[in-house]
């Protein structure tokens, strides 16, 4: 009989252009009275949007700035440091998934105390957190939705993951209008994550063969199931029909929340099922490279789908159809649409040197947690070709 499966995802979903001028209603159904507001010193305009929504509603919000992309453990201290003398019912992530992830961790860590690294790894968590509302302002991480919380360790040249169902979004606030002023790299390389989010997501080991820990009967990653199939293809089509048109018109509004809902589709779906050996690559590459996390999936990505294709030609076929290609592989039509955004295609391109690609292949080899995802069985010498592949252009 088939394993069975279960879906979370956040609390409540809100979407849709100026719901960000609500998020004091939501906070006030949360039962906020003083909130936290995790950003960046370019989001002033949304953070005064949030701030002003929530003084109407007599909710106090103190705001944490300094936010960073891909954030470091330090990041996340310094946040703390902010609330220092003051208690919070909620804590609001405003920004890309990195600002979302700041306030996951300061919510774990304001509600349970200890540091970061107390709860590496799954269901480490000894109980519920702080509310957390997320307000994306990049259409890409997928955190809005997700129970996963990565943070960078600059000093040891890795990541740092906390994963765990209570770090879901009690509310994910998904307002398009916000999306507008994004720069066109961050739009692409945002974009492209969210598009690996979604191939990931349907074509990862199945249900019934997906390695399960016998001590959790319900856990937050689940392998390949209809429903995330179903998410997982309405988020390839519409992201590789709009990444396009959003990067050449940045002001479309109607292209910004086809890539917005897009987005959002990838990231319930990859919640769920897991993904695979682009992030567990993603890791090393990122460290080596400095480059953007979604730019660094983007130029593995064709070279895992050219190594999982004998495992899943119905998929790729798939794959094919809803992008709208006549290339003959997935993983080509995947090269020529990285081409067509002007994004890297390969690791040489993202800046990897030759000499780290057995590192790369050695430390994502290491990450068990999303290896053992693969829908093909890979063995490390397989591995080191897969990276050997992505660091060359061979389309």
């Known amino acids: 009989?088939?394993?069975?499966?279960?879906?979370?995802?956040?609390?409540?979903?809100?979407?849709?252009?100026?719901?960000?001028?609500?998020?004091?209603?939501?906070?006030?159904?949360?039962?906020?009275?003083?909130?936290?507001?995790?950003?960046?010193?370019?989001?002033?305009?949304?953070?005064?949007?949030?701030?002003?929504?929530?003084?109407?509603?007599?909710?106090?919000?103190?705001?944490?700035?300094?936010?960073?992309?891909?954030?470091?453990?330090?990041?996340?201290?310094?946040?703390?440091?902010?609330?220092?003398?003051?208690?919070?019912?909620?804590?609001?992530?405003?920004?890309?998934?990195?600002?979302?992830?700041?306030?996951?961790?300061?919510?774990?860590?304001?509600?349970?105390?200890?540091?970061?690294?107390?709860?590496?790894?799954?269901?480490?968590?000894?109980?519920p957190v702080t509310p957390v509302l997320a307000v994306p302002t990049t259409a890409g991480s997928g955190s809005e939705v997700s129970g996963a919380c990565i943070l960078s360790l600059p000093a040891e040249d890795t990541k740092l993951a906390l994963v765990d169902n209570r770090l879901r979004p009690a509310v994910a606030l998904v307002d398009p209008e916000l999306h507008v002023t994004a720069p066109p790299r961050v739009t692409r390389d945002a974009g492209v994550d969210a598009f690996c989010h979604a191939v990931e997501a349907l074509t990862i080991a199945d249900c019934d063969a997906f390695p399960q820990d016998p001590a959790d009967p319900w856990p937050l990653y689940q392998g390949k199931h209809p429903f995330g199939d179903a998410l997982a293809e309405r988020a390839i089509a519409l992201i590789a029909a709009n990444l396009p048109r959003v990067l050449a018109a940045p002001a479309d509004l109607e292209a910004r929340s086809a890539m917005a809902l897009g987005a959002l589709l990838a990231g319930m779906a990859m919640s769920n099922t897991g993904i695979y050996t682009v992030h567990a690559l993603t890791y090393p590459v990122g460290a080596f490279t400095h480059a953007s996390h979604g730019a660094c999936n983007g130029a593995l990505l064709p070279a895992v789908l050219d190594f999982v294709a004998p495992e899943r030609p119905e998929e790729m076929r798939r794959i094919l159809e809803l992008m709208r290609s006549e290339r003959a592989q997935a993983g080509d039509a995947v090269r020529e649409w990285l081409r067509a955004l002007g994004a890297p295609a390969t690791l040489r391109e993202l800046g990897l040197l030759p000499d780290q690609i057995g590192p790369t292949a050695e430390i994502g080899y290491g990450i068990r947690r999303l290896m053992n995802g693969s829908p093909r069985p890979t063995s490390p010498e397989q591995l080191l070709e897969i990276v050997r592949r992505a660091f060359g252009d061979r389309a």
């Open 1 to 127: 009989m088939a394993r069975a499966w279960a879906f979370q995802s956040a609390g409540r979903i809100v979407f849709g252009g100026g719901s960000v001028d609500r998020i004091g209603e939501l906070l006030e159904r949360e039962g906020a009275r003083r909130c936290l507001l995790v950003s960046d010193p370019n989001l002033a305009g949304p953070a005064e949007r949030i701030r002003a929504s929530a003084a109407a509603r007599s909710i106090a919000c103190r705001v944490f700035a300094g936010g960073e992309p891909e954030p470091s453990v330090a990041v996340v201290e310094r946040c703390l440091e902010s609330a220092a003398g003051a208690q919070f019912d909620a804590i609001v992530g405003l920004g890309g998934g990195s600002n979302i992830d700041v306030a996951k961790a300061a919510a774990v860590l304001l509600t349970h105390g200890g540091e970061a690294r107390d709860y590496e790894g799954q269901n480490r968590l000894p109980g």
